[in-house]
Every structure is written in C-alpha cells, then in structure tokens.
C-alpha cells in the first residue's frame, strides 16, 4: 500500500492543524494506522494510532487531550487533528500502516507497522 501524508504546515503556538493521509494499492480497511514523528535530532515518536476494527485509538501521553486521530474507511483515508499545538510538537510527521493487528503494546513500536509515507513538515512557531 502506498500512503502520501500532507496538511502540513507553518502554525503559531496554541494554533490547530489536520493532517491527512491517503492510502492507495491495497484494502484500506484492512490496515491498523497511525502517526509518527521525528524532531531534528531526535529519534522518530509515536503519536497516535487506530484500528481497523472498531476504530480503537491510542495516543502518546505527550498530545493525549490535544490530537486526534480517526479515518474514514470510504475514502482511504486517515486524518490527524491536532488542537493546541505547541512547538516542541515540530517535527515530520509520518503516516504508518500495517496489515497485522497488533497488541495495544507494540502499537508505539515503529518496526510494527510495513509501510510509511514520505511525510509531511509540521513547525510551530511563532
């Protein structure tokens, strides 16, 4: 499945932004998704996930309350919004999908999901 992520942007702090992800090439609906992260100089983050059943959703406690993550299974694709931002949440921000279903655990593991996309700048600056 191929997966291109866009919506980002420049914002100022406390400022909102939605990302979106379209996936192509395979059964969306079939896919967990989900969202990393990577800051210069640091290594990537986990931010937020979603299943394909049911739609469960986890997040990393750094944007729990702020993100969003839900997808629409119609339109291939998954979306991520993001509320009160802060600029320590610049970073790339990476859609993820797998085809497995993982255990809650693993869900925060990178090398659990089979494919990326290319990403997409996200600064929060003033």
């Known amino acids: 499945v191929q997966l291109q992520a866009f919506g980002g942007g420049l914002v100022q702090p406390g400022g909102s932004l939605r990302l979106s992800c379209a996936a192509s090439?395979?059964?969306?609906?079939?896919?967990?998704m989900g969202w990393f992260r990577q800051a210069p100089g640091k290594e990537r983050e986990f931010v937020a996930a979603?299943?394909?059943?049911?739609?469960?959703?986890y997040y990393a406690a750094s944007v729990r309350g702020r993100f969003t993550v839900s997808r629409d299974n119609g339109k291939n694709a998954v979306y991520l919004q993001m509320n009160s931002l802060k600029p320590e949440d610049t970073a790339v921000y990476y859609c993820?999908?797998?085809?497995?279903?993982?255990?809650?655990?693993?869900?925060?593991?990178?090398?659990?999901?089979?494919?990326w996309g290319q990403g997409t700048q996200v600064t929060v600056s003033s």
């Open positions: 993820v999908a797998t085809g497995s279903s993982p255990i809650q655990s693993s869900l925060p593991n990178p090398d659990t999901y089979d494919y």
């Open positions: 090439g395979g059964s969306f609906g079939t896919y967990a």
């Open positions: 979603i299943r394909r059943s049911f739609g469960g959703t």
